[in-house]
């Protein structure tokens, strides 16, 4: 018994040192919950990978929400479609399928001031993200009083049709 928790605690060692911690951690519930032992070895092998792989997932999603720097924490599934705001579910609902983004279109979000326009755009965002792209939440007023034109702070092109977009919103904001 003494040469398995010799043999497991190097396993646990090399699995840190290899940045697995939530696979080690996994080793160690495995080895004392009784219930694991039931399973093959490609059971609970597959346990503790899909585990580090959620884990790394959620690790990144974090991050890019964080990166993002999206105002308020809006998701697509809690937008309240029974306010009349002049929002199409349809559309709502394809733009956060991302294709947009795909497509390198861009959306522009305007409306009168209380109509969620800022929580719509973070959780188009949050979608984005959630799809594998990153975001970044800026205001155009922000950007006007940016030294820098909003389509180079965005990374944009010239040559793409957002990017002029907002390079001539910045030549007349300035």
Not at 40 to 68: I, Y
Not at 91 to 113: S, Y
Request: net charge positive; proline share 3%; glycine share 8%.
């Amino acid at each position: 018994m003494k040469g398995t928790d010799v043999l497991s605690n190097t396993t646990i060692e090399g699995l840190h040192t290899l940045r697995l911690q939530v696979m080690a951690a996994g080793v160690i519930e495995q080895r004392e919950q009784p219930d694991y032992a039931a399973l093959s070895f490609e059971d609970r092998l597959g346990l503790l990978v899909d585990r580090e792989l959620l884990a790394r997932s959620n690790r990144r999603l974090t991050r890019m929400l964080k990166t993002a720097k999206l105002k308020v924490p809006a998701v697509i599934e809690n937008i309240d479609f029974r306010r009349p705001r002049g929002l199409e579910r349809q559309t709502v609902l394809h733009l956060a399928e991302c294709h947009w983004v795909n497509d390198h279109q861009a959306v522009l979000i305007v409306g009168p001031t209380g109509v969620g326009k800022t929580y719509l755009s973070c959780a188009l965002a949050h979608s984005a993200i959630r799809h594998g792209h990153t975001a970044l939440y800026l205001r155009a007023h922000g950007c006007s009083t940016s030294s820098q034109s909003p389509a180079r702070m965005a990374g944009l092109h010239g040559s793409w049709p957002a990017g002029r977009a907002l390079t001539s919103l910045s030549s007349m904001t300035s």
